[in-house]
């Protein structure tokens, strides 16, 4: 795909969003629900948490996309998530996968390595998560071991380009690698997108929501154009937002406006660079 029909389809995935307000469910973490809800809201989505096996089935059927969140595990988890994956794999559904928490607790790996035959169309994490979860499935890692710490990433961005392209040349999908410089990949092109707020990583939740936000774009777009979309309106928006704030708290609520602001135009504006994979 040219620069020009990238771009082309970043506008058309933002004005398509607000247009069809695409229904966008998540199971997510506790602690963020109301961001990602407000964060899907913001761009054109409709929300919907849910939390039982029953309701993410029926929600992975009624929905036009759906975003699983692996921040707070509940015992009765390990029923729904993996069946909600299922129901949106056998209906050719987009998903994004967000496995933060990686590496913390069995039942968390358990449910990742069931993720693995249902292949989510994004995958949403930091460097040190993609490593992780790339040598959980048994990929092309690049290497042994990863820098998770928590929810917190010791590793560049860079150190997990090699996870991240064969994460999604496994999944046929899209990876979006978060950092100073976000990468986005689809195993053949690699674009990296630039921006945000240093005040970002002091607020619950961004993370989180941009797995929401990449949902909702997933719904009306191929999951690499998708993937693109989210990290470029946050970054946009990151970048307004700050210049407004006064803190973390007023940041929050004007990262909202701004991301319920932002034209096709702008979010196709934000700097975009693109390099091809070998191999």
């Given at each position: 795909m040219t620069m020009d029909g990238i771009l082309q389809g970043i506008r058309s995935a933002v004005a398509e969003?607000?247009?069809k307000v695409p229904l966008v469910p998540s199971v997510t973490n506790t602690v963020t629900i109301n961001f990602v809800a407000n964060a899907q809201l913001a761009v054109g989505g409709s929300a919907a948490m849910v939390y039982l096996p029953d309701e993410g089935r029926s929600m992975a059927e009624v929905g036009?996309?759906?975003?699983?969140?692996?921040?707070?595990?509940?015992p009765i988890y390990e029923e729904t998530l993996p069946e909600t994956a299922r129901v949106l794999h056998e209906q050719g559904k987009p998903w994004v996968l967000d496995p933060v928490g990686i590496g913390i607790g069995s039942l968390r790996e358990r449910i990742l390595c069931s993720f693995m035959q249902y292949k989510p169309a994004i995958i949403r994490c930091n460097a040190s998560e993609a490593i992780a979860l790339a040598n959980l499935w048994r990929l092309e890692s690049g290497r042994e071991k990863d820098g998770v710490r928590g929810v917190d990433a010791t590793d560049s961005v860079?150190?997990?380009?090699?996870?991240?392209?064969a994460l999604a040349r496994w999944t046929g999908g899209a990876v979006a690698v978060s950092g100073e410089r976000d990468?986005?990949?689809d195993g053949r092109t690699t674009a990296f997108s630039t921006g945000g707020s240093a005040l970002m990583p002091k607020i619950t939740g961004t993370g989180?929501?941009?797995g929401g936000v990449a949902a909702v774009y997933a719904a009306v777009a191929s999951p690499f154009l998708a993937a693109m979309t989210a990290s470029?309106?946050?970054n946009l928006a990151g970048q307004r937002a700050e210049e407004k704030a006064k803190g973390p708290g007023s940041f929050q609520v004007q990262f909202l406006d701004e991301l319920y602001l932002a034209t096709p135009e702008d979010v196709a504006g934000n700097p975009l660079e693109l390099e091809e994979e070998i191999g």
């Open positions: 969003a607000r247009e036009a996309a759906m975003y699983i969140n692996m921040g707070t595990i509940l860079l150190e997990a380009r090699r996870a991240a392209v990468l986005i990949t989180c929501s941009l470029a309106i946050y």
